[in-house]
């Protein structure tokens, strides 16, 4: 199977504090995976949605979990997917930068399909999803209220 890879960067009129906070609590990932829902299953070892937190993705396909390995707060967060899922070897970064004005995000996702053809499926939706979610949340100043 092929090595698939999503990326987006994506610019914000927020300070980099603002989107890291958001980004960081895996219930606000909805918007950027819909139709996928996420909660927080497991508290990090330090803060509950750092290293070693794991959140539950639950989608149409199924239900997966995703495990934070790396957690920088306002630089750097990494996961991989730990439980179910029709792919492999996943791992996603977030990198982000910016001041107390604006902030960008620079997000790389790359997996495996487990399956013939899967692996091109879900990277086609995921770069669609994140790509147009990531947007709405810039165009909102990430206020859910305006979504």
């Known amino acids: 199977m092929s090595q698939q890879k999503v990326y987006v960067n994506q610019q914000f009129p927020v300070s980099l504090a603002r989107l890291f906070e958001f980004l960081s609590k895996h219930e606000n990932l909805d918007v950027l995976f819909a139709p996928v829902k ?9 803060s509950p949605y750092g290293v070693g937190s794991v959140r539950q993705m639950q989608s149409p396909l199924g ?22 899922s029709p792919i492999k070897n996943h791992h996603g970064v977030m990198v982000f930068e910016g001041d107390a004005q ?28 994140v790509s147009q979610g990531l947007a709405k949340l810039a165009a909102a100043k990430l206020d859910l209220q305006s979504m």
């Open 63 to 84: 239900s997966f979990q995703e495990t934070i390995t790396v957690s920088e707060p306002y630089k750097r967060i990494e996961y991989k997917v730990t439980q179910g």
């Open 102 to 129: 604006r902030s960008s995000l620079d997000y790389t996702i790359v997996f495996e399909g487990k399956f013939p053809l899967i692996g091109a499926m879900v990277r086609i939706g995921l770069q669609r999803s």
């Open 38 to 46: 996420s909660k927080l299953i497991k508290n990090g070892v330090d």
